[in-house]
């Protein structure tokens, strides 16, 4: 993704991708919808990146709630009150957004920061006051809690966990037509960010595994988050797991900062291209701030209703955001694929190409970042077929034999989406939605 980013550093992303990738008989058709062998990129981005928004707030409505649970245990969370906890985090974001949004640098500097400096908060305290387990242990010791068959299909299904954590690798791509030099600094920002994010990550799963303690007691957790019972046992301490847990929600928190930007930029580029209802009001732009109002006050209705489904139901919710990761990987599949055909056919130049060769300056050209050949190549597909064994496996439920209450609905999900689209393209988006805006230089 990084290269497309370079190649094309536009806040449409995957579908503006999609429709400069795809046959130009399809263009218009595959970056706009999919088909019924999953051939969208459009409307399963924009879904996509609502339930992002829709599941990254639940997640902090729930560590509140968990860290409520953990300082009380007489305390039972209600379903009302993740939903008013998520929309007061959203609204959060939405304040940063509109009414400070022009210190949203200085804010994300910041961010940076407080991640660095509470990555070692929780990772120390970790590694020296907590009883170290045993290392063969750690490293030879596999569990299967949701009764698969086999030890791999339970590795595979538990994919989608350490998966969602990387779900918005894009979302840098969706503010490109906001940054100075996008073909180099967003590209630049996806893979360091992905590769600084990892080693930090592995660094604190190893502190986490070494402090367990016993399994079945850190599952069992009261807060629906077995990893403040690891930094209770570790501490020794309920004031110290809670000072731990702040931190981690706090990060939570402020990333839907980000959720919020990049998904009503992916709503605005779309909007802008005529592929949503109301694409007027949505693609409108404030003309002080220069900022998408309407396209993040539809974001913030949208998961605000979206939120609602938790009160009735928490299984049904569930099942909306699972779009988080279905949607938007999907689209990373869509474009990957394409590029990976564009690729192996040669139909990719650069710009010192000769125009008689084909690959001249009116046809798809390299950015700046590209990685040499053949480790270019190996990539893409490797990279495509992941998203395959990934895709294939988010749709398993979490547990062996399960029950309505526990079954993942999120093909019903992604289907009714599809339809929506498909529906929506024949009756009245065909008629007006001509592919993205493509910007061609004088």
């Given at each position: 993704?990084?290269?497309?980013?370079?190649?094309?550093?536009?806040?449409?992303?995957?579908?503006?991708?999609?429709?400069?990738?795809?046959?130009?008989?399809t263009?218009?058709?595959?970056?706009?919808?999919?088909?019924?062998?999953?051939?969208?990129?459009?409307w399963?981005?924009?879904?996509?990146?609502?339930?992002?928004?829709?599941?990254?707030?639940?997640?902090?409505?729930?560590?509140?709630?968990?860290?409520?649970?953990?300082g009380?245990?007489?305390?039972?969370?209600k379903?009302?009150?993740?939903t008013?906890?998520?929309?007061?985090?959203?609204?959060?974001?939405v304040?940063?957004?509109?009414?400070?949004?022009?210190?949203?640098?200085?804010i994300e500097?910041l961010?940076?920061?407080?991640?660095?400096?509470?990555?070692?908060?929780v990772?120390?305290?970790?590694?020296?006051?907590?009883p170290?387990g045993?290392?063969s242990?750690?490293f030879t010791?596999?569990?299967?809690?949701?009764?698969w068959?086999?030890?791999?299909?339970?590795?595979?299904?538990g994919?989608?966990g350490?998966v969602?954590?990387?779900?918005?690798?894009?979302?840098?791509?969706?503010?490109?037509?906001e940054?100075?030099?996008?073909?180099?600094?967003?590209?630049?920002?996806?893979?360091?960010?992905?590769?600084?994010?990892?080693?930090?990550?592995?660094?604190?799963?190893?502190?986490?595994?070494?402090s367990?303690?016993?399994?079945?007691?850190?599952?069992?957790?009261s807060?629906?988050?077995?990893?403040f019972t690891?930094?209770?046992?570790g501490?020794?301490?309920?004031?110290?797991?809670?000072?731990?847990?702040?931190?981690i929600?706090?990060?939570?928190?402020?990333?839907?900062?980000?959720?919020?930007?990049s998904?009503?930029?992916?709503?605005?580029?779309f909007?802008?291209?005529?592929?949503?209802?109301c694409?007027?009001?949505?693609?409108?732009?404030?003309?002080?701030?220069?900022?998408?109002?309407?396209?993040?006050?539809?974001?913030?209705?949208?998961?605000?209703?979206?939120?609602?489904?938790?009160?009735?139901?928490?299984?049904?919710?569930?099942?909306?955001?699972?779009?988080s990761?279905n949607?938007?990987?999907?689209s990373?599949?869509?474009?990957?694929?394409?590029?990976l055909?564009?690729?192996?056919a040669?139909?990719?130049?650069?710009?010192?190409?000769?125009?008689?060769?084909g690959?001249?300056?009116?046809?798809?050209?390299?950015?700046?970042?590209r990685?040499p050949?053949?480790?270019?190549?190996?990539?893409?597909?490797?990279?495509?077929g992941?998203?395959?064994i990934v895709?294939?496996?988010?749709?398993?439920?979490?547990?062996?034999?399960?029950?309505?209450?526990t079954?993942?609905?999120?093909?019903?999900?992604?289907?009714?989406?599809?339809?929506?689209?498909?529906?929506?393209?024949t009756?009245?988006?065909?008629?007006?939605?001509k592919g993205?805006?493509v910007?061609?230089?004088?």
């Open positions: 993704m990084g290269e497309l980013a370079s190649m094309l550093p536009t806040a449409g992303g995957q579908y503006h991708w999609v429709s400069q990738l795809a046959p130009p008989s263009q218009k058709f595959l970056s706009y919808l999919v088909g019924a062998l999953l051939t969208d990129a459009g399963l981005t924009v879904s996509g990146w609502q339930a992002v928004v829709a599941s990254g707030g639940f997640i902090c409505a729930n560590l509140v709630q968990g860290m409520a649970a953990l009380n245990e007489a305390y039972v969370p379903p009302w009150q993740t008013l906890m998520l929309w007061a985090v959203v609204l959060f974001a304040f940063v957004n509109t009414i400070v949004s022009r210190a949203l640098p200085q500097s961010i940076m920061i407080l991640h660095v400096v509470g990555y070692f908060a990772l120390i305290p970790l590694v020296y006051l907590a170290q045993n290392a242990e750690i010791v596999f569990l299967n809690e949701g009764g068959p086999a030890r791999g299909l339970s590795f595979l299904v994919l989608v350490p969602f954590a990387f779900g918005g690798a894009d979302g840098a791509v969706h503010m490109s037509e940054i100075k030099n996008p073909s180099v600094v967003v590209p630049r920002a996806m893979v360091f960010s992905i590769m600084l994010n990892g080693i930090m990550g592995f660094g604190i799963l190893l502190a986490v595994l070494f367990i303690g016993n399994v079945d007691t850190v599952l069992e957790s807060t629906g988050y077995p990893f690891i930094f209770q046992q501490v020794s301490s309920t004031g110290g797991a809670l000072a731990m847990a702040a931190v929600t706090t990060l939570a928190i402020v990333a839907t900062i980000s959720w919020i930007a998904a009503s930029r992916m709503l605005w580029s909007a802008r291209d005529r592929g949503v209802p694409w007027r009001l949505i693609s409108s732009v404030n003309e002080r701030s220069s900022i998408p109002v309407m396209a993040i006050l539809v974001t913030t209705v949208i998961v605000c209703l979206l939120s609602l489904i938790n009160i009735g139901s928490s299984v049904a919710f569930n099942d909306v955001v699972s779009l990761v949607g938007v990987y999907t990373y599949l869509i474009g990957n694929s394409l590029l055909w564009r690729r192996l040669g139909h990719i130049g650069t710009r010192s190409d000769p125009v008689e060769s690959r001249g300056p009116k046809t798809l050209l390299w950015g700046p970042w990685l050949e053949p480790i270019g190549t190996v990539n893409n597909a490797f990279g495509c992941f998203l395959v895709l294939t496996f988010s749709c398993f439920p979490a547990a062996n034999h399960p029950t309505p209450s079954m993942n609905y999120v093909v019903v999900m992604e289907g009714g989406v599809l339809a929506f689209g498909v529906i929506y393209y009756i009245w988006g065909r008629k007006i939605y993205p805006v910007e061609i230089e004088a």
